[in-house]
């Protein structure tokens, strides 16, 4: 697969360390950045045991909602979301994340925000499943053993070189497998966008079995889709120096997180960095939409 890597630079920060980004958000027009990895052998897998229908979870600015649906449009499976949130059950089609989900053939279930929050205990969500024919479920954001396989596949002999690999993290499985695919020599750092996410360090565990990880808290900006206009202006400034999009849900908090950390000399100077970029740009539309409405300052594409 051929991924272009990039150097890039950080507004406001003079360096002469090694700074490169693996564009792994260009590898698909839709089903891009980890989203492709994670889901390669689980749609394989679905596949090979005859399965129809692809279901999983997701909010309603959810990349994973999209990629799912692209994913099994392209391979010839039907798809099903099951959606956080009733409220916009009848508002939907103004969503620019599930409208574009729609497109590519994925039907919608909204369930109360309660049943959501306990989706892996509820019965509520298990008898709707139960009137599902022949599907293959993927978790919300699509971690699990074979989404561990395929992002370890995100590294590979032109990425040896480096000493540190930093990436967004969400439920885990993207630096779970970062940290399976990592040589000895390299240190794998995940930036969690959720608030009080200590519990991922346990999730990291169940898949690897390698110490070559550390997940540092600080750069959340309040919570997953939580936004402020300090790292609004950062990602522009970043597109600005680099022409490099940068989404703020994942990997503009990311970067944000990476470059105070050599900021504050935590990340030796000599040590080659390589940022995965893990595509998610698709939000962006939804966010500015929201951003307009607030009159804030909205990120530029």
Request: glycine share 8%; net charge positive.
């Amino acid at each position: 697969m051929n991924v272009p890597i990039q150097t890039f630079q950080f507004p406001g920060l003079q360096t002469d360390q090694v700074l490169h980004i693996k564009r792994e958000d260009k590898i698909h027009p839709v089903i891009s950045g980890n989203k492709f990895w994670k889901l390669k052998y689980n749609i394989q897998k679905a596949q090979e045991s005859g399965k129809e229908t692809l279901i999983t979870f997701g909010g309603a600015m959810s990349n994973h909602i999209v990629a799912c649906a692209a994913a099994a449009q392209v391979n010839g499976l039907k798809s099903i979301g099951i959606i956080r949130g009733e409220e916009i059950i009848n508002k939907w089609k103004d969503n620019f994340t599930l409208t574009e989900a729609s497109t590519y053939g994925m039907e919608f279930i909204f369930v109360p925000r309660h049943e959501y929050r306990w989706k892996e205990q509820s019965n509520y969500i298990r008898n709707i499943l139960d009137t599902i024919p022949n599907y293959y479920l993927v978790p919300e954001g699509g971690t699990n053993s074979l989404a561990v396989r395929g992002a370890a596949e995100i590294l590979s002999d032109k990425t040896s070189a480096y000493d540190v690999i930093a990436s967004a993290m969400g439920t885990g499985g993207t630096v779970s497998g970062l940290s399976v695919g990592a040589l000895s020599h390299q240190q794998v750092i995940g930036f969690p966008v959720l608030k009080n996410a200590h519990f991922l360090v346990k999730e990291l565990l169940k898949h690897t079995h390698k110490e070559n990880f550390i997940v540092n808290l600080e750069y959340h900006f309040g919570g997953y889709a939580k936004i402020t206009t300090e790292l609004i202006e950062f990602i522009n400034e970043f597109y600005y120096l680099n022409h490099i999009p940068l989404d703020p849900i994942y990997t503009g908090k990311m970067m944000f997180g990476l470059r105070d950390m050599i900021k504050k000399g935590q990340i030796h100077k000599d040590k080659k960095i390589l940022a995965i970029h893990t595509g998610g740009l698709q939000g962006i539309k939804e966010m500015n939409k929201y951003l307009s409405k607030k009159n804030k300052p909205t990120i530029v594409t």
